[in-house]
């Protein structure tokens, strides 16, 4: 059974605007989840973990586990951040992935 | 640091025939996990090495499908007789350490694309 649900296969905003690329989670206990990124013409990485509690570059993800969500959000979009991005959980099951589109 | 690397970067072959492709992780990695995307999108876990063993194959499709470690360095996946449903991108990632809950933090190699003609 899916584990991990994106349940948006594209998000389009425009630059400057903020978006939230969604992920659920479908198990109990403490999950451990991740964000990974693909951008165009690049490898697969990795680009935070829950677990770090971090932020990088303007994109945050906190676990929510009332709603089991880990969203990952991103206050101000630019047009470099258009890319697939996948949540996945700790045993590396990935979501069915977000293409995120920024335009100008 | 070398980085994953995948052979060959694409393969195009006809239905009925055999490919191999082959990952070389990181080495000292003894987490290798092989990965497909079909339809242009979804990723589809299909095995996990540790070391030279399968820690879990429960994502390979089906019996055509053959991953090897041999001596828990580089790994190859094989796929024997090909059909055209098999066409995509596999992805091989490795890894070092588990974290304390058991998960990983992965490195992919760049995929090898797959077309079944």
């Known amino acids: 059974a899916q584990r991990v649900t994106q349940p948006e296969k594209l998000l389009s905003v425009f630059k400057g605007a903020p978006v939230e690329l969604k992920c659920n989670y479908s198990?109990?206990?403490?999950?451990?989840l991740f964000w990974y990124v693909q951008y165009s013409r690049q490898r697969l990485q990795l680009l935070l973990r829950?677990?770090s509690r971090e932020s990088i570059k303007g994109f945050t993800a906190d676990l929510n586990k009332g709603e089991t969500s880990f969203h990952l959000k991103i206050q101000f979009a630019q047009e470099e951040d258009s890319a697939m991005y996948y949540c996945?959980?700790?045993?590396?099951?990935f979501g069915q992935g977000t293409e995120l589109s920024v335009k100008p | 640091e070398a980085g994953v690397t995948q052979f060959p970067s694409h393969s195009v072959i006809e239905k009925g025939q055999t490919v191999t492709l082959r990952c070389d992780p990181i080495?000292?990695?003894?987490?290798l996990y092989w990965y497909r995307r079909v339809m242009g999108k979804e990723i589809k876990f299909l095995l996990h090495f540790v070391k030279e063993s399968k820690q879990d194959e429960s994502g390979m499709p089906n019996n055509r499908f053959l991953a090897e470690r041999t001596g828990g360095t580089y790994s190859t996946l094989k796929v024997q007789p090909a059909e055209l449903e098999d066409s995509g991108v596999y992805f091989c990632?490795?890894?070092?350490?588990?974290?304390?809950?058991?998960?990983?933090?992965?490195?992919f190699g760049a995929g090898s694309r797959l077309t079944v003609l």
């Open positions: 080495s000292g990695h003894d987490n």
């Open positions: 990632a490795s890894s070092q350490y588990l974290t304390s809950s058991g998960a990983n933090v992965l490195t």
């Open positions: 198990y109990s206990g403490s999950p451990e």
């Open positions: 996945a959980d700790g045993k590396l099951i």
């Open positions: 829950h677990i």
